[in-house]
T-cell receptor, first 111, second 113 residues
């Protein structure tokens, strides 16, 4: 499985946008970029995923670089409930879809 | 549509006992994944099952651990002769098809005394 690199931690203020980066320089053409997050004492939660084009949903936006070697998860207005560990994961579209979690980015949101 | 359900939420066992963790996938989902999160560590894939079949068990410890997903009923993760190192949070996820989003349950927190 291709690896991803994320900062260990980031801080944000409430109601401000947050940009969470992820590098995946060895991504292959069939790898989808998925983001999950894990709130304290809870199971992981799907956030968003994409292949080549930027994606938007009710939770966040995903901006994918043209060469696909990096991506950015964008939370448009951070809330205290967004404090979590965010994981960027590559999944081969033709494989078993098991998730290989890295260390993720611990996002702290200040009021 | 109820989410993924896991029970029990908390389980305490003494060394040498057996632990059985149950996972009921979301309605219509026939794919189940189990993950383990050791204290202060990340989530690790354990096993991927479809109804009555183990598809990928590359993350399962070779001994004492087994998993099943019968035609009827929940998926079961079974740990025989538990040891203190098995203390962890065990998460189950389900998906409707192989390449779709995984939906996680709240987890079972196993404590081995």
């Amino acid at each position: 499985d291709a690896k991803t690199t994320q900062p260990n931690s980031m801080e944000s203020n409430e109601e401000e946008p947050v940009h969470l980066p992820c590098n995946h320089s060895t991504i292959s053409g069939t790898d989808y970029i998925h983001w999950y997050r894990q709130l304290p004492s809870q199971g992981p939660e799907y956030v968003i995923h994409g292949l080549t084009s930027n994606v938007n949903n009710r939770m966040a936006s995903l901006a994918i670089a043209e060469d696909r070697k990096s991506s950015t998860l964008i939370l448009h207005r951070a809330t205290l409930r967004d404090a979590a560990v965010y994981y960027c994961i590559l999944i081969d579209g033709g494989a078993t879809n098991k998730l290989i979690f890295g260390t993720g980015t611990l996002l702290a949101v200040q009021p | 549509n109820a989410g993924v359900m896991q029970n029990p939420r908390h389980l305490v066992r003494r060394r040498g006992q057996e632990a059985r963790l149950r996972c009921s996938p979301m309605k219509g989902h026939s794919h189940v994944y189990w993950y383990r999160q050791l204290p202060e560590e990340g989530l690790k894939f354990m096993v991927y099952l479809q109804k009555e079949n183990i598809i990928d068990e590359s993350g399962m410890p070779k001994e004492r651990f087994s998993a099943e997903f019968p035609k009827e009923g929940p998926s079961i993760l079974r740990i025989q002769q538990v040891v203190r190192g098995d203390s962890a949070a065990y998460f189950c996820a389900s998906s409707p098809i192989t390449t779709d989003t995984q939906y996680f349950g709240p987890g079972t927190r196993l404590t081995v005394l």
